[in-house]
């Protein structure tokens, strides 16, 4: 809290025209709980200043991310030039709005972004101005567009001079930001998909494009699905999510359907030693889909990798009894697989023991997994590429979920089967694509 408050003061600080009552009542404002998710929003200095600059101009907050960056970037093309209170104030160039700026600004974003580009000559930069301004104000050849792009930097400070003949965008936030505008506004959606869709540098521009397209994100989430399921290109990997969805459908365990069969898969990869290559992704759907299984998921994770690395019979009881407490699997008898597993413990209380005779207990406290969880061992053995294509598989479910978080609006039916077709294998009719690169 203290950490947030300093960062919350220094971001007031840096609007000079904002007095202190108005820092207090936006300090009330995301007390309150109501304002949670805004202050959830403020998670980085930048984004904290961001939150400050609007609602000192609204006196309200924004309800997710590319509303704040909309109306923060407003406030940088249309205040700070006049807070700057240069000596010889003048306009960056006559004719040139706002919105045209804007979309200057997201053609040099986007155009950067794509050829994986932070930081750009100043050559570039001023031909793209030169070029852009003569399209769509008719500029003449030899304007000056060096002057225009010193003017957009001292004045706005969205561009910014990082060293001789070198230029960036002032933050990452911002050129992703102006990327995911100009996703939106060309209509780039399907592109975006095919290309990106498991580049983790491309995560933050999905995002903020669900947040950008308002009533239009059924299209993305859809698109999204339907590649995702394109991952499971394999009948061993098909027969997997099978599996755990026959394993888990009708369980006790009042947690989200889809976050069970997740949690099933990653037992999987615990029981074929292959967690380490597949784990993050996996989990990390369960989480955004069930926040409830969080505490119950880290006890699962940290029992599982240790489980993965040696079949040690303490760590699969401890795994079995966490099991049964959450009720995620429907017919698998945990109590029998907890007494067998206890009999077992008790033959090997001997720490002198042989390592093959070891060896062979971890053998036997395996095949007594496999076979409580009715789990073929040869589905879970997946090979090199499937591991990635599943891992692939998973993230993009997951950063669906978290776009959906990020929609201004999604259709409740739409939603209702994205969720109903994740982790299952179905819309198997949609093709195949080839394994992904390594996340």
Known sequence: ???FNGLFRTGFKLKKTAGQKTSEKCWNALQKQDSQGSKELAHTPLL???LCLVYDRSQSFPNNRSALYRKA??????EWAAEKRLENQQKIYEGLSIELEDILLSEIAYQGFESDRLFFSQRDVVEKIKTFLASNLNAPKHLDGEAVLDAIAVQQGILVKRA???YSFSHLTLQEYLTAQYIDDHQQIELLVQQYLTDERWREVFLLVAGLMRGRTDNLLLSMNQRAQAYLNTH???ALLQWAEEVTEGSEGNFNSAAKRAVAIYLAHALDRTLDR????TLGLAHALDLALTRALALVRNRALVLARAHTLVLALALAYELRKIKIFKSVNFTDLISKLEVLRVQVLDDNLPYEVRRAFDDQTLQLWLEALYLDPEVAKLTEDEVYALNAYFYTNELIV?????????????WAGIEGRMVTGRMRDEGAIAPPDKL
């Not at 597949?278 to 992704?281: L, S």
């Not at 978290?402 to 739409?414: D, F, I, L, M, Q």
């Open 48 to 50: 904290l200043t961001f």
């Open 73 to 78: 970037l407003r406030i940088l093309l249309e």
């Open 1 to 3: 809290m203290y950490k």
């Open 402 to 414: 978290r776009c959906k978080e990020a929609a201004v609006r999604v259709s409740p039916e739409v």
């Open 236 to 238: 061993k990997l098909q």
């Open 278 to 281: 597949a784990h993050a992704p």
């Open 164 to 166: 001789e003949d070198t």
